[in-house]
């Protein structure tokens, strides 16, 4: 069984289906190899692994960095969460455009967001443990953020009144988000 890259429709963003190994005991799989990852596009140079968990209804995001962008590759190891990339790249032809991807601990299935784009999630299940490997180290002074609800953006969240974190639910727009990255 070999690895599945499948890209999305905004440039850059990969889905991954990692080969899963099940036997009597358990299975088994990789959440990340290097070099069978770099060989479909995945190239950055992970340098932080972070972990959440979270109940029911919680929204995490819209996050960005502002001057140091950082790629990420999200698994979801427990539960079920609807996550949420937005191309922030004023340069791309996806400029704006959003892409939601459900991802389970029971089916595996990652998602690779390049630097240039902002993240967010929110838990579907009674509780999700999610991990995701950063391409820069977290820096407070350069996180912005996006309103999960933004207008301009649309995004069709599965949830109607996520439980939101203060910094979350006093983020800009996504207008403001672009002046931002410009002007850094």
Same mark, same amino acid.
């Given at each position: 069984?070999?690895?599945?890259?499948?890209?999305?429709?905004?440039?850059?963003?990969?889905? @991954?289906?990692?080969?899963?190994? /099940? *036997? !009597?005991?358990?299975?088994?799989?990789? +959440?990340?190899? $290097?070099?069978?990852?770099?060989?479909?596009?995945?190239?950055?140079?992970?340098?932080?692994?972070?972990?959440?968990?979270?109940?029911?209804?919680?929204?995490?995001?819209?996050?960005?960095?502002?001057?140091?962008?950082?790629?990420?590759?999200?698994?979801?190891?427990?539960?079920?969460?609807?996550? @949420?990339?937005?191309?922030?790249? /004023? *340069? !791309?032809?996806?400029?704006?455009?959003? +892409?939601?991807? $459900?991802?389970?601990?029971?089916?595996?299935?990652?998602?690779?967001?390049?630097?240039?784009?902002?993240?967010?999630?929110?838990?579907?299940?009674?509780?999700?443990?999610?991990?995701?490997?950063?391409?820069?180290?977290?820096?407070?002074?350069?996180?912005?953020?996006?309103?999960?609800?933004?207008?301009?953006?649309?995004?069709?969240? /599965?949830?109607?009144?996520?439980?939101?974190?203060?910094?979350?639910? $006093?983020?800009?727009?996504?207008?403001?988000?672009?002046?931002?990255?410009?002007?850094?």
């Amino acid at each position: 069984m070999e690895i599945r890259f499948k890209p999305t429709e905004l440039p850059g963003v990969l889905v @991954v289906e990692p080969a899963v190994f /099940p *036997d !009597s005991r358990g299975h088994f799989l990789e +959440l990340y190899h $290097r070099e069978k990852y770099r060989g479909h596009g995945i190239e950055p140079d992970f340098v932080q692994d972070n972990f959440s968990h979270s109940a029911k209804g919680v929204l995490r995001g819209l996050h960005f960095q502002v001057r140091r962008p950082q790629a990420k590759l999200v698994t979801a190891l427990r539960g079920e969460i609807f996550d @949420v990339v937005v191309d922030l790249r /004023p *340069d !791309s032809p996806a400029f704006g455009k959003w +892409l939601g991807v $459900r991802l389970s601990g029971e089916r595996k299935t990652q998602i690779f967001v390049p630097e240039g784009f902002a993240h967010g999630f929110c838990v579907l299940s009674e509780t999700a443990d999610v991990h995701y490997k950063c391409s820069q180290l977290y820096d407070p002074a350069d996180e912005g953020g996006i309103l999960w609800s933004d207008p301009e953006l649309g995004i069709a969240w /599965p949830i109607d009144r996520p439980i939101l974190s203060g910094k979350d639910a $006093r983020s800009g727009s996504f207008r403001e988000a672009v002046s931002l990255i410009s002007k850094a």
